[in-house]
Structure formats: structure tokens, C-alpha cells
């Protein structure tokens, strides 16, 4: 019995440093972004976070979590693209949405996106930064502002 308690405590330690060393991994690479991104990072954890609350108390349906989880991943993934790109410290304005909301962006919906390519300006209004699959397709859209 004393083994099996020593042997728990051990597993139960080699997993806290472990998780401990991952966060510190995750932290000390922010250093290589300036604030906006960092901050950026920073409010995509919260927001998982959330998530993770939320699920777990059966606030939000598993299939809502993971629309949601994804669609996080997705805004991360494009906007440390597009940081690596223009070397900025710059957060686009993006909407991240799935095929059943592309119309409340574009007039048309996704028949409209047929032949246009990534990068395209779109209404004037959105650069269409291209689909990522993540579980589902995922339309990305870059809000544009008049200069």
C-alpha cells in the first residue's frame, strides 16, 4: 500500500513538473512578440480557458466546445502567419467563421467564394485570407479599413 502511495505521488509530481515545463515553454516564447501579439496569446488562453469552464460545468454543448476550441486554433494559427510574414507586432481584425456563417460576411455565402483565391478583397470590405480544416472547414476574413 505505502508503494502504491509513493508510486502515486511520483506519477502525480513527474506530471506537474511536466505541465510546469510547457507552460514555461509557452510563456518564454512570447518574448520573440511585441505586446499587441503577446497580448493577443494571452486573451486566446483566457478565451480557452473559458472554454474549459464552461464544458465542464455542461454550460455549452461538446460539440459547441469544439466548434469553438477550433475556431481559436484556427484565429492563433493566422494571425502567427501573418506576424512571421510582415515581421509586425500588428493583430488583424479577422472572422474566423464555418461554412453556414461565410453570408453573414459575404453576400452569397460560399457559392460566392467559388474562383476567388486567397488574398483576394472581397466587397472591399474583407481580404479573404483562405479555408483552413480544423475538424471542419474554417473561412478566414480579414476586415479591411480604409486608409
Do not use: C
Not at 496569446?41 to 459547441?64: A, C
Not at 502567427?80 to 464555418?98: F, I, T
Not at 480544416?133 to 479599413?145: A, I, K, L, S
Amino acid at each position: 500500500m505505502r508503494i502504491r502511495s509513493n508510486l502515486l505521488i511520483l506519477i502525480l509530481a513527474g506530471a506537474l513538473v511536466g505541465r510546469l515545463q510547457g507552460l514555461h515553454l509557452e510563456w518564454s516564447q512570447l518574448d520573440r512578440f511585441g505586446p499587441k501579439v503577446k497580448s493577443f496569446l494571452e486573451l486566446m488562453q483566457v478565451e480557452e480557458t473559458e472554454l474549459d469552464f464552461q464544458v465542464r460545468h455542461n454550460e455549452i454543448s461538446r460539440k459547441e466546445y469544439t466548434r469553438s476550441k477550433n475556431r481559436i486554433a484556427v484565429t492563433r494559427q493566422t494571425v502567427l502567419e501573418m506576424v512571421k510574414e510582415s515581421g509586425e507586432d500588428r493583430v488583424p481584425e479577422l472572422h474566423v467563421v464555418v461554412a453556414s456563417e461565410v453570408d453573414q460576411i459575404v453576400e452569397g455565402g460560399v457559392g460566392a467564394l467559388k474562383g476567388v483565391k486567397a488574398g483576394a478583397i472581397i466587397d472591399g470590405k474583407w481580404r479573404y485570407a483562405g479555408t483552413v480544416t480544423r475538424g471542419e472547414p474554417f473561412y478566414v476574413f480579414e476586415r479591411q479599413f480604409e486608409k
